[in-house]
């Protein structure tokens, strides 16, 4: 009999796809409320097309930033969490071996059956480090490349995003009609945007979309109104 072999279909693109929504989601909607809100104001569509790219440069750069500055964060934390857990073997190995023998034991093993496990993990101390910074303070070890990927990612998803609410004000050159095909445009890109952010995370494609597209629209219509207001 032919044995099938089991395939195993996770996903493991998350920090990039995490990147990307962070981006888009805030380049579709800044750049869009900042356009709806000046049209409110202005109706010259240069001074918008302006306005907004600045706004695109800006915010790009700033979460671009924010980005490199967190994944930064996560990489120092981790290697002072090792350092420490190197030292602690070293000088509390009695101490480690229990804690290695507690988070066994949250799975269902017996002391006496986790400590050969323990007696032998404790020969290996590379893989001692390794096990105890997975299981016991739940941190895996950061991609060395990630700060600088995750802020080109975070800040080319914002510009691309950004770009599509500005798109009928530069191809148009009449503010009305560029709020209008703006938001026609912008939604649908929200739409899409937030059905693939649910299709990625599981929470429901519909659902998703849906909760995009409101937030975006509302943000818009604070923008425009209290230009208006202003004006």
Known sequence: ???????????TASNFVRDIVI???????????????????VQNTRLIVVGGMAEIAAGSIAMGLGGYLAARGDAEHYEQERLREEREIIEIPEEEKAEVSRVFEAYGLTRAQSMPIVDALSEHPKSWVD?????ELGLEAPDPRRAVTSAATIAGAYVAGGLIPLSPYIILGDATRGLAYSAVVTLAALGIFGYMKGRFAHTGPL?????????????????????????
């Open 1 to 11: 009999m032919t044995r099938i072999g089991h395939i195993e279909t996770h996903f």
């Open 23 to 41: 981006g888009m989601a805030d380049g579709l909607t800044v750049p869009f409320a900042l356009a709806a809100g000046l049209s409110g104001a």
């Open 131 to 135: 096990f105890m910074m997975r299981y």
């Open 207 to 231: 659902r998703s979309a849906t909760q995009t597209m409101v937030i975006g629209g509302l943000a818009a219509a604070a923008a425009f109104v209290l230009a208006k207001l202003i004006s």
